[in-house]
C-alpha cells in the first residue's frame, strides 16, 4: 500500500495554477479580512470600555438606571454613602468618595457631519486622585470653582478635533480648555471633565448622576454592599466601576457582531463556491494525473487527502494574507456612538493572539468547505476511464 501523497506535491499544484489560486484566495482573503475587522473592532470597544474606571472602586447611580446618564442621587443619599464603613480615607480621615454629575452635550464635528453627544463629567479632586490613569498629557488641570475643562485625547483627533486653548459653549457658560489628558485608552478619553459643583449650577442640577466610592481595599466590597442594604433611603444600585463600564459596551459589541457575522457570512458563501470551482476545476484538468496516480497504487483516500490539503493549503493563504491586511486597521482610530449611552465614544481596533486563531481556522474551514466536494469526485474516478480522458 502506498504512503500518502506528500506536501510538496499539493503545494506544486496551487503554484502550477497561479493565476486561479491568486484569484481564489484574494477573494477568500477579502473575506477573511471583513471576519477579522469585525472581531477587532469589537475587542476594540469591549477594551476601551472595559478599561475604564478601576475595581477599587464602586460606581453607585440610582435603582434600575442603566447608565449615569439616567440616574439621580440627592446630596442627602451622597452623605449617607459617604458614613457607610469600607471606604478608604484620606491623610485626616475624610472618606474618599467623588459626587459626579453627567450631561451629554451637541458639539459639531469638524467635518461637518452634524452633531455628537460629547459626555461631560463634573468631577472633584478625589474623583481624580481614584482614577489614576489619567495623566495630564498637555495644559494643566482645571481650577476648583471655575469654569475650566480638560479634555480627553480622544476628542482632540478625528471629527471633533478640540484643542487645548479653544473654547466650549454649553449650560449657558462658555469654558475653556486648560489640559489635555491621557485615560490610558479608556472610555474617559472621548470625555470633557470638569469641576462638579459648576457643572450643576450651570445645568441648573439640583442632584448628582452617581456617587464613586474608593474601597479601603477589595475585601470591604461585601463589607459596603451590605450597608447600602441596610440603609433604606438608598435606593440605589452598586457595583465595581470597571465592570460597570465593561457592561456599557455590551449592547454596541453585541450588534457589531451581529451585523459582522452576517456580512461575514454573506461573503464566506461566495468565497466558498469560487474555492469549490477552482477545485473542479483542478479535478477536471487533472484527470489523467488522478487516474495515474491510482494506477500507481495510490488509494481514494489518499486521493481524497491530497485534494483536501489543497483546499487548506488555498485556505492557509488567504488567512495570512487577509490578516496581514487586517493588521493595517490597528493603525485607524473610530469616532462612533455608544446606542447603550448614546455618547460618542473614540477607540482603536486590536488584534489579538485569539482573533488570529480564530481566523485562521475560519479560513482553513472556509478551504475545506471548498475542497470536500471536489476532492470526493476526483476519488471516486475508475482507473480506465481516467487514463482515457485527454
Request: proline residues 2%; positive net charge; without cysteine.
Amino acid at each position: 500500500m502506498k504512503r500518502g501523497l506528500s506536501f510538496s506535491y499539493v503545494a506544486r499544484n496551487l503554484v502550477v495554477r497561479k493565476l486561479t489560486t491568486i484569484l481564489t484566495a484574494s477573494g477568500m482573503a477579502l473575506v477573511v479580512f471583513v471576519f477579522a475587522a469585525v472581531l477587532m473592532t469589537s475587542a476594540g470597544l469591549r477594551q476601551t470600555l472595559s478599561g475604564t474606571g478601576s475595581y477599587d472602586n464602586v460606581m453607585i447611580i440610582r435603582q434600575g438606571s442603566q447608565t449615569e446618564v439616567q440616574s439621580t442621587i440627592s446630596r442627602e443619599q451622597a452623605n449617607i454613602l459617604s458614613s457607610l464603613p469600607g471606604l478608604s480615607s484620606d491623610g485626616v480621615g475624610n472618606p474618599i468618595l467623588s459626587p459626579e454629575v453627567l450631561v451629554l452635550v451637541n458639539m459639531p464635528r469638524k467635518d461637518g457631519g452634524g452633531l455628537a453627544n460629547i459626555v461631560v463629567r463634573g468631577t472633584s479632586e478625589n474623583g481624580l486622585h481614584m482614577r489614576p490613569q489619567i495623566h495630564i498629557q498637555s495644559g494643566r488641570q482645571f481650577r476648583p470653582g471655575s469654569s475650566e475643562v480638560i479634555i480627553g485625547k480622544g476628542l482632540t483627533r478625528g471629527k471633533l478635533g478640540l484643542r487645548l486653548g479653544d473654547t466650549m459653549s454649553f449650560g449657558l457658560r462658555e469654558w475653556r480648555i486648560v489640559g489635555v489628558f491621557d485615560a490610558g485608552a479608556s472610555g474617559f478619553d472621548s470625555e470633557v471633565w470638569g469641576d462638579g459643583e459648576q457643572m450643576m449650577q450651570a445645568f441648573r442640577r439640583q442632584s448628582y448622576s452617581s456617587v464613586v466610592v474608593n474601597l479601603r481595599d477589595r475585601a470591604s466590597y461585601d463589607v459596603f454592599a451590605e450597608a447600602v442594604k441596610q440603609q433604606p433611603r438608598l435606593n440605589v444600585d452598586i457595583r465595581r466601576e470597571s465592570l460597570f463600564y465593561a457592561d456599557q459596551s455590551e449592547k454596541m459589541t453585541n450588534f457589531i457582531d451581529i451585523l459582522g457575522n452576517t456580512i461575514t457570512i454573506i461573503f464566506s458563501v461566495g468565497a466558498v463556491i469560487g474555492a469549490m470551482i477552482t477545485m473542479y476545476s483542478s479535478v477536471a484538468n487533472r484527470t489523467r494525473e488522478i487516474g495515474t496516480l491510482r494506477a500507481l497504487g495510490f488509494q481514494r483516500s489518499n486521493i481524497v487527502s491530497a485534494f483536501l490539503q489543497e483546499a487548506m493549503l488555498l485556505g492557509f493563504i488567504a488567512g495570512v494574507f487577509g490578516l496581514i491586511g487586517a493588521s493595517f486597521m490597528q493603525l485607524v482610530e473610530i469616532s462612533t456612538t455608544n446606542i447603550q449611552t448614546f455618547s460618542e465614544v473614540v477607540f482603536k481596533l486590536i488584534l489579538t493572539p485569539a482573533i488570529v486563531l480564530q481566523v485562521m481556522l475560519f479560513s482553513l474551514f472556509m478551504g475545506v468547505l471548498g475542497g470536500v466536494l471536489p476532492a470526493i469526485r476526483a476519488s471516486r474516478l475508475e482507473i480506465v476511464d481516467a487514463l482515457r480522458t485527454g
